[in-house]
């Protein structure tokens, strides 16, 4: 999932001079940058607020593609598909597998939340495990018996699942460039100007 950020300086060139003309495409792509930074940084903070966080790699998946000079194209966006996910939501179904490997209440993990893949469904074997038709219908469920104890629940296994639109990348995204795109351009432009040769 990508976001594409660009900045029109059409009406401004009218009342700008050769220097500072020169200088437009390095102000635009700078602003641009700054904006899907600020983006970048945002999104970032409201992983945790959105979602149960049990790893680095997720915040580090929201990444930038940089506007240049000859560009002025800056893209901002995640490499998990299961991320990309959230933002429109709706029905999925797995791909490459027969359904989606979901940990119930009973699955031991460890400190940090994480099932760990000795507690995997395909290392989960012996007389005491079964899996049994789910009571909704859409699918199975992995269950350990034990004695004198009601059986405890492992993994669900779902045929689709259905998801809930709530990352809000574009949101936030669109709120941002709004709140800061004249700030980005403004500083980056001045700069520009002073350093200019």
Not at 6 to 35: M, V, Y
Not at 74 to 101: C, N, Q, V, W, Y
Not at 124 to 148: D, F, P, T, V
Not at 180 to 191: N, P
Request: glycine content about 6%; cysteine-free; aromatic content about 8%.
């Amino acid at each position: 999932m990508q976001i594409k950020l660009t900045f029109d300086s059409h009406k401004l060139k009218t009342w700008l001079n050769d220097l500072e003309l020169r200088q437009i495409p390095f102000a635009e792509a700078s602003a641009l940058n700054g904006i899907a930074f600020r983006v970048q940084s945002a999104v970032r903070a409201n992983l945790p607020k959105k979602f149960t966080i049990r790893n680095s790699w997720t915040a580090k998946g929201i990444q930038v593609e940089r506007a240049t000079k000859s560009n002025r194209v800056a893209i901002i966006g995640t490499i998990d598909k299961f991320l990309a996910r959230h933002e429109d939501g709706g029905t999925f179904k797995p791909m490459g597998s027969k359904s989606f490997s979901i940990p119930l209440e009973d699955i031991r993990r460890n400190k940090k939340g994480i099932v760990t893949r000795s507690k995997w469904p395909g290392r989960l074997k012996g007389k005491n495990i079964r899996i049994a038709e789910s009571k909704r219908g859409n699918g199975k469920i992995m269950l350990k018996y034990q004695r004198n104890a009601k059986p405890k629940l492992l993994w669900a296994f779902e045929k689709q699942i259905k998801i809930k639109p709530k990352l809000d990348f574009e949101k936030t995204a669109n709120a941002i460039g709004e709140k800061f795109m004249a700030t980005e351009f403004q500083e980056a432009f001045s700069k520009a100007i002073r350093t200019a040769r």
